[in-house]
């Protein structure tokens, strides 16, 4: 059974292409994926993502029942603030990348992706020492904002002080009317919000924002311009460049594991270890210097021979260049190693860039 | 979209267009086909001298999205090739029955065109 947004009518009335994506109804273009993903760098796109799934812990013990479950630290950051973390197994791979709220020590809302929705909540669910997780995935609809007219398309609706809520803070407030969560968060590498509102309230706010963003030459933005804006920032998709296979170290995502916090977490001593051993493979960004584009699944060659898989790929709009992402050998990840794309048959070679792909100026 | 479908090509069901220029042949994709699949940002040409066979893969055509196999609306040499393409993939979206034809092929049977779907015929696959 196919599932659908609150805003998968309005989708329709704007002539959206819809696909079925891990079994969500969504829009993947209203009219080019291109000029959504430049209505994102040069002015402001909004995106449907109410597909993404909510669980929050609510009660005494919140925090260190989350802290648990998670890579990164909640007793590191404020309340008001947000973490992106991961939720790993026992061997470090990623059950899930997830973005962790804390309104308080008592009460932490976690964002967890469309395609893992029942898995996450139910392998919380098992773990969770303390507080018991809700699913609230069907109370909530989200909206995300990008782009440098992102702030002042959501500033000009809202009473709440923007300017206080830094990148991956939040504040509670209305918006067009619509009581909301409002997180400077995103998937674009733009500034932006994604709010987070009652199902019932999702049409109103979309269509006030639709319209209060005129003038700024606002586009309603599909799951196409999506990959591409995350793309060219070489963030990961889970199912694409992160698995339950792939360790967060392998990922390049050390950053969100932090192995000396009190109480450890789920996946800790594997990472120690690993850490220990060296990390064997990595997952790089890298662009063709020949003609084609790398897409997922692609092989990735040395002197012949199979080495990785490219993860994720495409034709950056922005960047105007062919990129992917790949797990190669260690010694094959430095800045400017080369290797091979298998691209039906003919090895098209690549190297290693630093990344993101896109430079910001 | 409502691109009308012009009375002067031929069609196939893989939704390329062919046209009879003299004793050759251009070949391109058509409106609906470019719609479908989005904005086109890389195009696999043909090399020149490579022999088609009528329905059999040639080359292949990538948007943002999707990759996509080229078929052979007939069978010959290709004897040109669109090399603007490779520049500019972005003329199949914006012409798709002019600047952004693909190749164009020498018949070996001169009567294969003519067996192509005609406008008509190829508007009534799109309904």
């Known amino acids: 059974m196919t599932r659908r947004t609150p805003l998968n009518e309005a989708h329709r009335k704007l002539g959206a292409r819809m696909v079925d994506f891990v079994g969500w109804d969504m829009p993947v273009q209203y009219s080019s994926v291109i000029a959504e993903h430049e209505a994102v760098r040069t002015a402001v796109g909004l995106f449907d993502v109410s597909h993404m799934g909510e669980v929050e812990f609510r009660g005494p013990g919140a925090l260190e029942t989350v802290n648990r479950l998670i890579s990164n630290d909640l007793a590191r950051i404020q309340d008001g603030q947000a973490v992106y973390a991961g939720l790993l197994n026992d061997l470090g791979g990623f059950v899930d990348d997830v973005v962790a709220y804390r309104f308080s020590p008592e009460h932490i809302l976690i964002c967890v992706n469309s395609s893992n929705r029942e898995k996450d909540f139910a392998w919380m669910k098992a773990r969770a020492e303390g507080v018991t997780p809700v699913d609230r995935g069907d109370d909530f609809a989200q909206i995300a904002i990008q782009g440098p007219k992102a702030f002042g398309l959501v500033q000009r609706l809202t009473k709440a002080d923007l300017s206080k809520v830094g990148t991956y803070r939040f504040t509670e407030g209305e918006v067009a009317g619509v009581k909301s969560i409002i997180s400077r968060t995103g998937y674009t590498g733009e500034d932006g919000f994604e709010l987070y509102c009652a199902t019932d309230d999702a049409v109103k706010l979309w269509d006030a924002l639709l319209e209060a963003g005129q003038p700024d030459g606002v586009k309603a933005c599909g799951l196409g311009a999506r990959d591409s804006l995350r793309t060219e920032m070489k963030y990961a998709l889970y199912g694409n460049d992160i698995d339950d296979a792939h360790t967060a170290l392998e990922a390049g995502l050390g950053w969100i594991v932090k192995l000396d916090k009190p109480g450890g977490f789920i996946g800790k001593d594997a990472l120690v270890a690993q850490k220990a051993a060296g990390v064997q493979r990595k997952l790089v960004g890298f662009e063709l210097t020949g003609a084609g584009i790398p897409r997922h699944g692609y092989p990735i060659l040395k002197d012949g021979a199979r080495v990785g898989e490219v993860t994720s790929g495409t034709q950056g709009p922005t960047v105007k260049k062919p990129i992917g992402m790949g797990y190669v050998p260690a010694a094959l990840s430095t800045e400017g190693s080369t290797f091979d794309v298998e691209i039906r048959g003919r090895a098209v070679p690549a190297v290693v860039v630093k990344t993101p792909f896109l430079k910001k100026s | ?127």
């Open chain 2, 1 to 127: 979209m409502s691109d009308s479908i012009p009375q002067n090509l031929k069609y196939t069901k893989e939704h390329e267009w062919a046209r009879v220029e003299g004793k050759t042949v251009v070949v391109g994709v058509t409106a609906h086909a470019q719609e479908a699949l989005g904005d086109v940002v890389y195009v696999e040409l043909p090399k020149l001298g490579t022999q088609l066979v009528e329905g059999k893969q040639f080359g292949v055509i990538e948007s943002t999205k999707a990759v996509s196999d080229l078929y052979a609306p007939i069978s010959g040499t290709v004897v040109k090739v669109n090399d603007e393409l490779t520049n500019n993939p972005s003329i199949i979206n914006s012409d798709p029955y002019g600047a952004g034809w693909i190749a164009e092929i020498e018949p070996s049977d001169a009567e294969q065109v003519g067996k192509l779907l005609d406008a008509s015929a190829y508007g009534a696959l799109l309904k």
